[in-house]
């Protein structure tokens, strides 16, 4: 066996790199070995009423992921992009989720939060105050008016006790349900009739969902298991890849999100490229999650079959790059 020498220096920069490490929540927790993905325990009615009574809003239940979301959009904006309106639900509309660690000890929340730029640091330090963690900080977009950033905010415990938590850390912005405006009308013409759905359908090849004037896909990463804190990570708590369609079937906005092992990151890109689709950010979304995820935002402009096809083309790379990553 190899013989290393260590100088006194050199052995007190490990042991102040282990004691930092050892400070942060999430890489304790990846120091224990994890779990063997089972079935996640079923969040409870009882539960589903402790977090609609502390956020003062329903959310909804996803039963096959043992999931409860509630919805956050930021509907007190009026977006823009290069000078032309676009409804909040195309990429402005925030989320809080739920969920139980695989062996029902403890439990998660994960939230994706649209601010503006004002608004980071004040949330930063309520989500601090109420013993919650900041994952990430980033921008979805480019040329978007007002400039939004989207923060990611996660932590563990009961889930009566996350939820009190959660509603405490956004009780006095935006985000809280109650200081939000009231929804408006439902609109006249939907995403139905703005896009060409089985066009798009047959070319994603899986179904959309309409919301308002947008038409809206959101496709988990089946091929991975991917444990985060002992909390299986899925399609509606945060993995997953996604793109929304605006405007008009000739005329159209699309933007979205792909959820990529590292070694795919490159290829992703390189294929986007080639659809004339612009990368808008690469970065993470969660901490201490195994295998690590990276995500990419992308936007586009143009006929939405064409867009359609370039979102395809970024999927098919998904489960298919061998770990050495692309070849250039």
Same mark, same amino acid.
């Given at each position: 066996m190899e #013989? &290393? $020498?260590f100088t006194r220096r050199q052995a007190l920069q490990a042991t102040a790199v282990l004691g930092t490490t050892l400070l942060l929540p999430f890489q304790k927790t990846l120091a224990n070995p994890q779990p063997s +993905?089972? #079935?996640? *325990?079923? +969040? !409870?009615? %009882?539960e589903m009423s402790a977090i609609e009574t502390a956020l003062g809003k329903k959310g909804a239940y996803k039963d096959v992921e043992s999931v409860y979301t509630v919805p956050l959009p930021? @509907? =007190?904006l009026k977006m823009k992009? #290069?000078? %032309? *309106?676009?409804?909040?639900?195309?990429?402005?509309g925030g989320w809080v989720s739920f969920k #139980? !660690?695989? =062996?029902?000890k403890s439990a998660m929340v994960m939230s994706d939060t649209v601010l503006q730029m004002e608004e980071? @640091?004040?949330?930063?330090s309520a989500a601090h105050a109420n013993g919650l963690e900041i994952a990430a900080i980033h921008n979805h977009f480019f040329y978007e008016e007002p400039r939004i950033f989207y923060m990611h905010i996660h932590g563990m415990g009961t889930l009566e006790d996350l939820a009190r938590r959660y509603a405490n850390t956004i009780r006095d912005s935006k985000l809280f *349900?109650? $200081?939000q405006p009231a929804p408006s009308a439902p609109a006249a013409i939907t995403g139905k009739e703005n896009f060409d759905l089985p066009a798009l359908d047959a070319i994603v090849k899986y179904t959309g969902a309409v919301n308002g004037p947008t038409y809206k896909y959101t496709i988990g990463r089946a091929d991975l298991k991917v444990l985060a804190m002992g909390v299986e990570m899925t399609t509606n708590i945060g993995l997953n890849s996604w793109a929304s369609f605006a405007g008009k079937? =000739? =005329?159209? &906005?699309i933007a979205g999100d792909i959820a990529m092992l590292q070694t795919e990151v490159n290829t992703v890109i390189k294929t986007l490229r080639q659809h004339n689709l612009e990368v808008v950010a690469v970065h993470n979304h969660m901490l201490g999650d195994d295998p690590h995820m990276i995500f990419l935002h992308y936007y586009g402009r143009g006929n939405a079959v064409t867009l359609s096809q370039g979102f395809r083309a970024a999927l098919d790379v998904l489960g298919k790059v061998p770990m050495g990553g692309m070849k250039m």
């Open positions: #013989k &290393h $020498n +993905i089972g #079935k996640t *325990p079923a +969040i !409870t009615a %009882e930021r @509907n =007190d992009i #290069k000078g %032309e *309106p676009v409804p909040i639900p195309f990429g402005f #139980k !660690t695989i =062996d029902g980071v @640091n004040p949330l930063i *349900p109650a $200081n079937q =000739d =005329d159209a &906005h």
